[in-house]
């Protein structure tokens, strides 16, 4: 039951009743896996068929190169999808990987019983199609937003950038972030020994306030 409570939540359930949400998760073969902290929950260079629902816990979509260099592409915490992309576009090898932050509960589903659905689920299959649509936009609109941080020139301006960009979207100075400082430096592509000692300095000048991932602009 508290998986239903969830997912008739989530954006991409919007609109469909709850007592045909059960018989529409069999249409697209739902399955939830358990993850614990740092679990890999999809690898890179594998292909994708489904794509997954957070349901508890948090999941962080992670980019490596060669020489071992992380970049964090986003964040998913509980009624959030990922991977929804790489599914449909039926990537043959997976160029991201998927990472549990903690221990996480992840609803998968079938991205080709989607496509094509079974009578069941016929009667929401527009809407499916156009709530998934509407994430897809927002997704989209994110990843222009993370590249206006990471094209700023030095590490003050993106840090300044994205700080600005929480608290709007907060809707106040005070606010709480996502990342550990690794993970923001992973996150606005800096060195993280940079970029701690730039948020220090803008705390001695007056312009900032933190206290590990709780910030505060004055």
């Known amino acids: 039951m508290a998986v239903y409570e969830i997912l008739k939540n989530t954006e991409l359930f919007r609109g469909i009743k709850e007592d045909a949400l059960s018989a529409l998760l069999g249409c697209l073969g739902a399955k939830a896996v358990r993850y614990g902290k740092n679990g890999t929950v999809l690898p890179a260079g594998e292909a994708l068929s489904a794509f997954g629902i957070v349901l508890s816990g948090l999941v962080q979509v992670v980019q490596e190169d060669y020489f071992g260099n992380r970049d964090i592409l986003s964040v998913f915490g509980p009624g959030e999808i990922f991977g929804e992309s790489f599914a449909f576009a039926e990537t043959k090898e997976l160029p991201v990987s998927a990472v549990a932050v903690s221990e996480s509960e992840i609803l998968f589903l079938d991205c080709r019983r989607i496509e094509t659905p079974c009578a069941n689920a016929c009667a929401f299959h527009a809407l499916l199609i156009r709530n998934l ?19 700023r020139r030095t590490t003050r301006e993106k840090l300044l950038a994205y700080l600005s960009a929480e608290a709007r979207k907060a809707g106040k100075s005070s606010f709480a972030i996502p990342f550990s400082r690794q993970e923001l430096a992973d996150y606005l592509s800096v060195d993280r020994s940079a970029m701690s000692a730039e948020l220090s300095k803008m705390r001695r000048e007056g312009i900032l306030s933190f206290w590990k991932n709780e910030f505060t602009l004055l």
Request: proline share 0%.
């Open 133 to 151: 649509m509407n994430i897809l936009a927002r997704k989209n609109v994110a990843l222009t937003r993370k590249i206006g941080f990471t094209s």
